[in-house]
């Protein structure tokens, strides 16, 4: 069958001759046809093989297991462990063949048994079987014995807490002399240590040990026995399970660790190693010298068996060596320190498998005295290193760099190096954290920028180079151009404005700059056209281009900047000034903590940013509480946890229109924080709006540095104000008089709301508001009640209405008195959101809308 | 201890399975199709360890056949590649020779070797004369059961012409 099988061309002839044979083979099986039954399981073995389904045949496993005969048996078991595994349920029909098999006279069947019990017993099987199999461990045939012992390490793997049962018995078979037994036994110990304390104690007890290491001794020193032999060494097997087991015997217990030494010391000096097999059993006896208790010459050795292991041509030992190399660092530094130039040659070794372990060595060797030198082999390498492995080995490199580089010019020059050569595969917490260094090291400004420059005219497609290249052009750039803060070190460079424009024009248009980079190269581009005034009709080209991006961040920021350069000069300079130093306790403080990535810095990454909101300089938010600068009006609602943190504020965007009965919904329907909503202002008499009401929103927010510019207090204050995205009321700032003028609060198609002030004597805090409805529509209002809900620290008293009908066009009104008591006096406006409800026709209206324009100072 | 033994020809076929860990049925032809594409894929002078899924996979190659051996990460790797070769040079006593075909055609007896060198994915014999001289023994005993079936056969047959 096999022939016919082997001369199918393809696999669809293949098929139909198995299907063929298959249906055969169940026929035979319907009819119980005992004779040809086990060259049935044989065909039905070679096609499970082939990978087809055979679960028909599992059913003649078992009668072919029960039949007497031992080929029969045979194949049936062999036919058990192939097509069951320990999970399927016919295995347990299998339990009382098992039971009688294992009591059979013939030895053989009893093997059979032992074998198929050992490779696929379930734990119930285990549990049922474990005292037979307890019994045979003294059966007088060695062969029966050492399945026996291989077969209990698989009970007491099932069964962990049999193996209490299995202590004295093994122990026993600690003392042949067969070498199979031996090595079962030794195995058996072994594994019954690891999982029973118990156990572990009564094998440390120096009676076994001794015997053990007599044992070892016997081995090693043994003259040719040539059954044994492998390679010179007799029976390297047997060495290496008794290093094993006095592996775990000796580990975390002194007085065992003592009565090894000697003899590990004899296995590692005497062993020849120019085979495999010597180089195995040398391994494992340094794996077991690295674990036991400590004992500084034996260590030694250990280690300088290592390093030759590191030199040896042959990749195999140069792996296992590098593998034990990182466990042995724990133990001794310093000795592996020593061959740390074998290891770097190992990272450029052509075997994938072999780099990868050396490179993790390395990065476990850096410290602060060669983290120099090593990080510079690495970046070397990093250039002619195969793609996979570029990934790794940039994530290795920056994080190397990161914590021990001495200096920050230091620090930033590789970082740039690694930028130039793989800055695809750097990932995003890496450059914002290059760009807080940069930003913190004042003195540096000058070199970092040019050498950016230089670094992007060659390596344009590393996008995290392209980004941290075109912010530092951005904020440094009049440092560029005019040579600004030039170290001894630096090569002259010469840059004209228009080059930097360039290079930040190539950047935008580059075909592989994804939005990040376009949107922060276009934040560079009005921080330039602030610095460059020259350039300003160039750059408002440039960002005029991106006007109808189908991005719609990219569509939103040309047009708002666009619309600054153009109409707003006076205030663009304050807008662009240089950004604060980012702080970089707090930021590295974030990280750990694993906040989102967008934390610190630029623009780049929040796409998300809502409709509605300007953004003109990316500062961290974090800066906005202590600025000292007066950029970034506007606080821009990256929907950060982090500015939430902070600032104790809900940033949301709230594209509020004008006069709309649509209060801002964006998030916050929790009445309570109106106010610290960093949302643009309200103003009933705004300019006429583009097609984003981004740009309306921008506009009043310049409306208020318009109207903040003469007030005297520059600073904190109107910061403040800034922040909580408060307004004035109009643009003729009218605050501090003791008059305040009424205000429309709310206006719609239908119905006009005004507030009138007027403070009771004697509390400041208190403002009386007469609210006024009046109705201009054609209809009359009926069930007229108005609800009103204010921000935490305003205190709200409603006093009863008027009435509750509004007569039609304004033919009356509905007053209502208002208190306000507000805690803040002074430092917070009022602001309040109302909620008018009404029966039109009988019909319920419901009119919702913030009030924005209370007089400041209320 | 060793998870499975697999046998892989050259063209990525199988010849030998042995599982020694739970596997379903789909897991394990998942796990055949997994690293029949590492191993076959890998130079020649590259080192014959291969970290696979948090296991350690020991691979040797002898002519057209790729003889692997999934193991746990605190196993011995050059221990391993000692037992292959201990299979492989017990294969080759038995058949005097080996090659794939006698692995084709002779899978069961392959397996019936596998199994007196492993157990439970353990080591069960480092000799290799105790190995073949088991496997004759119960050689021998399948022949001469099947001499007798025959023989009964015979006499059956005759007695009911």
Known sequence: MIRSIRACKTAAEERAVVRKECAAIRAAINENDQDYRHRNLAKLMFIHMLGYPTHFGQMECLKSIASAGFPEKRIGYLGLMLLLDERQEVLMLVTNSLKQDLNHTNQYIVGLALCALGNICSAEM?????????????FRDPNIRKKAALCSIRIIKKVPDLAENFINPAAALLKEKHHGVLITGIQLVTDICKVSTEALEFFRKPKCLDGLVKTLRDVVNSPYAPEYDIAGITDPFLHIRLLKLLHVLGQGDADASDCMNDILAQVATKTESNKNAGNAILYECVETIMSIEDNGGLRVLAINILGRFLSNRDNNIRYVALNMLMKAITVDAQAVQRHR????????????????????????????SNVKPLTKELIDYLEISDQEFKGDLTAK???????????????IDQMLKVLSEAGNFVKDEVWHALIVVISNASDLHGYTVRALYRAVQTSIEQE?????????IGEYGDMLVNNVGVLNIEDPITVTESDAVDVVEIAIKHHSSDITTKAMAMVALLKLSSRFPSCSERIRDIIVQNKGSLVLELQQRSIEFNSIVEKHQNIRSTLVERMPVLDEATFSGRRAGSLPATVSTSSGTSLNLPNGVAKPAAAPLVDLLDLSSDDAPVPSSSGNDFLQDLLGVDVSPASVQPGTSQAPKAGTDVLLDLLSIGSPPVQNNSTPSDILS???????????????????????????????????NSPKPEDNGPAYPSIVAFESSSLILTFNFSKPPGNPQTTLIQATFTNLSPNVYTDFVFQAAVPKFLQLHLDPASGNTLPASGNGSITQTLRVTN???????????TRIAYKLNNRDVLEEGQINNFPRDL | MIHFVLLISRQGKVRLTKWYSPYTQKERSKVIRELSGVILTRGPKLCNFVEWRGYKVVYKRYASLYFCMCVDQEDNELEILEIIHHYVEILDRYFGSVCELDLIFNFHKAYYI????????????????????????????????????????????????
């Open chain 1, 126 to 138: 285990a549990r049922d079987l474990a005292p037979e199999v307890e019994r045979l461990l003294q």
């Open chain 1, 341 to 368: 130039a074998t290891i770097l040659e190992c990272v450029k070794d052509l075997d994938a498998s072999i780099r990868k372990r050396a490179l993790e060595l390395v990065y476990l060797l850096v410290n602060e």
């Open chain 1, 397 to 411: 490199i920056c994080s190397m760099v990161e914590k021990f580089s001495p200096d920050k010019i230091w620090y």
């Open chain 1, 464 to 472: 995290s180079l392209v980004r941290v290249a075109i912010w530092c």
């Open chain 1, 694 to 728: 981004s740009s309306q929103d921008n506009k009043s927010s310049v409306a208020i540095l318009d109207g903040l510019s003469p007030a005297p207090s520059g600073g904190a204050a109107s910061m403040i104000d800034l922040l909580d995205g408060f307004v004035p």
């Open chain 1, 823 to 833: 805690s803040q006096h002074g430092k917070k406006p009022l602001v309040m959101r």
């Open chain 2, 114 to 161: 596998l199994d007196e060198i492993l157990i439970a994915g353990e080591l069960q014999e480092s000799s290799k004369k105790t190995v073949a001289r088991l496997i004759a023994a119960q050689d021998s005993l399948v022949e001469t059961a099947k001499e007798q079936a025959s023989s009964i056969s015979n006499i059956i047959a005759q007695a009911t012409k």
